[in-house]
């Protein structure tokens, strides 16, 4: 009697190698799933966090100021040239809009799925150093509010200038009507270029392709570009951004073989 119980139950719920294998089949989707909620978890923190920040224009425009006198004793003042570029040439001027508002997620979200199949060896600390850069980053905006370009004398806000070309509105890259969710002043360091140098050096130390390389780093340095030349970001938010990622990179690339998954 009790063979033929046992025989009916693993006839419905399967034997133990059955199962063991469809535990196994199952395994990836749970990781997967479990990858997506940490990877929207950080992406909802970096958002919350932004808006958490001091909203004080007064300060994060005289913080400004400083950056700049930093920047002009330093010879990297290049913003004003390379601002009114953008706005004399009206096309660059919204392929840049495009790329400011799209490739920041779509790229970055692009080169976190493809490593993710590379195996977790390549993964983990790649994940790993984009959060890192990402938490200190946030750190960063929370104690140090700075105001861009776009907010000083003597620029132009090329987004706002082509606002009518595009799903953003006058509020930085936010959706048109969205801009109230956005923290106008998370300037330093810049993100948007930190995740494309991240971008770029997971795809130079993992991709097979040379051409794969050039295009990563292609992206970092057009990233650069644009974030200065719509008003976007000071030449020492994308070099902080830049350094915020290797930071992250070095430590994480370094200590990855002794942390736990």
Known sequence: ???DVLAESDAIIGTPGTRRTVWRRLAPVGTGLRELILVTALYIGYTSS???ASD??????HRAKELLRIERAVRLDWEHPINQFFVRHDTIGLLACFWYATAHYIVTAGVLIWVYFKGRDAYLPARRAL?????????????LPTAPPRFMDGFTDVLALHADQGWWGADASAPKGMGHITNELAAF???????????????HRYARWRIVKVLGWAGALTTAAVVVGTANHWVLDVLVGWMVVIGGV??????????PE
């Open 1 to 3: 009697m009790r063979e």
């Open 50 to 52: 932004r808006l958490l």
């Open 56 to 61: 004080n224009r007064d300060a994060a425009v």
């Open 131 to 143: 959060m890192v850069a990402t938490i200190f980053a946030l750190c960063l905006y929370l104690m």
């Open 189 to 203: 360091p810049s993100l948007h270029a930190g995740w494309s140098l991240w971008c770029a050096l997971v795809l």
């Open 250 to 259: 070095v430590a994480v690339w370094e200590l990855a073989p002794r942390l």
